[in-house]
């Protein structure tokens, strides 16, 4: 049986790795690709704003990069300034700020709006707060708004770029979809779902299996 791996980095992604050492045959072929900001200088000045921020919130390891790729062109103290805290959805992202020498304080699982701004919350009050929100361009308005209802003042920042169905997978996914063996295709965001969706366009496929709930809130096309 084959599984067909949809994630932004391809071979090198972990789960590649984890279910090739299990016995898997991985198809690995992004339906997204993740392309830094030009010129990056929102970010940057973001970034050189740190202290006045209480809360920095990352909800993806593409963002952490982004923003510690920001602060190193800074300089290497800069993420070091107190505050603000950090909080960064799931233990990927996590673990690219403390890579980075960043304490994270708050590391909610789920990437919902309201569950994150659920766990900030329960880190204190977050009325009267600034908080700073590196992300897609193509992320939904979800946490921006929760945040703000919860009496925040976020300051959203584009930290890198999301295309969806990028042409150079084309080749290998329609090469992948017609695996006799193929059962299983992993779909990790919405946009991966609606990328994989672009790039199969006329070709039948195996079920879709997503693994975060923001798959379910997308416009749903039957594959095969």
């Known amino acids: 049986m084959s599984i067909l791996s949809t994630r932004p980095d391809g071979a090198a992604d972990p789960l590649v790795s984890a279910l090739t050492a299990a016995g898997h045959r991985v198809l690995a072929v992004p339906t997204v690709a993740l392309l830094p900001v030009e010129p990056p200088g929102a970010l940057d ?3 050189a704003e740190l202290s006045s921020f209480d809360w920095v ?46 304490r994270v304080s708050l590391i909610p699982e789920i990437s919902r709006g309201a569950a994150i701004t659920g ?22 308005g979800a946490l921006p708004q929760a945040l703000r ?3 925040a003042t976020v300051v959203e920042v584009i930290a890198y770029r999301t295309v969806e169905g990028p042409a150079a997978s084309e080749p290998a996914l329609r090469e992948a979809l017609a695996a006799p063996d193929l059962r299983t295709i992993i779909l990790c965001s919405g946009s991966a779902v609606r990328g994989l969706i672009t790039l ?23 594959i095969g």
Do not use: F, K, Y
Request: charged share 15%; net charge negative; hydrophobic share 50%.
């Open 119 to 140: 766990a900030l919350l329960s880190a204190g009050p977050l009325a009267g707060s600034r908080i700073l929100l590196p992300r897609s361009d193509l992320a939904d």
């Open 45 to 47: 000045r973001a970034v």
């Open 57 to 102: 919130v990352l909800t993806s390891a593409a963002g952490a990069n982004a923003v510690v790729e920001a602060a190193r062109r800074r300089g290497p103290s800069e993420m070091d300034l107190e505050p603000p805290r950090w909080a960064a959805v799931g233990h990927a992202t996590a673990a690219v700020l403390e890579a980075a020498g960043v």
């Open 200 to 222: 199969s366009a006329g070709t039948d496929g195996a079920q879709a299996t997503g693994v975060h709930p923001v798959v379910t809130a997308t416009p749903l096309v039957s």
């Open 149 to 151: 209802a919860a009496g």
